[in-house]
């Protein structure tokens, strides 16, 4: 890893998302790519990002759980949440666990690279 980058997780059970995501930001941050919140958890275990784009609907263990999992972490990352969903159907539970962002799919690369600059 590049001690000089901040640090990128990206979370989505969409692996082409989380490639292009990675092949975007790749040249200015360190981008870890997670296809499930399984192996985002594995990551975190070791390692705490600057920022984390996170996808709510995931199979299995999804993205709220992972939020609520990262919240009792208490780790400093960002979290910009990345969903097809509008926002007002992912209920209060987000708006308690805290986010620092949103972004409906299909998003922009603007507002994907203001995100990692801000974090």
């Given at each position: 890893m590049d001690k000089g980058k901040k640090v990128i997780l990206v979370v989505d059970d969409n692996e082409a998302l989380v490639d292009a995501l990675e092949i975007l930001l790749s040249e200015d941050y360190e981008v870890i790519p997670a296809t499930n919140a399984y192996r985002a958890l594995e990551v975190l275990n070791f390692?705490?990002?600057?920022?984390?784009?996170?996808?709510?609907?995931?199979?299995?263990?999804?993205?709220?759980?992972?939020?609520?999992?990262?919240?009792?972490?208490?780790?400093?990352?960002?979290?910009?949440?990345?969903?097809?969903?509008?926002?007002?159907?992912?209920?209060?539970?987000?708006?308690?666990?805290?986010?620092?962002?949103?972004?409906?799919?299909?998003?922009?690369?603007?507002?994907?690279?203001g995100f990692a600059a801000a974090a």
């Open positions: 390692m705490v990002p600057d920022l984390i784009f996170l996808d709510m609907f995931m199979p299995g263990y999804n993205g709220i759980q992972l939020l609520r999992e990262i919240r009792q972490m208490k780790l400093a990352s960002r979290v910009v949440i990345i969903t097809a969903a509008e926002a007002y159907l992912l209920g209060d539970e987000i708006q308690k666990l805290g986010v620092d962002g949103f972004l409906r799919k299909p998003f922009n690369v603007q507002d994907i690279e």
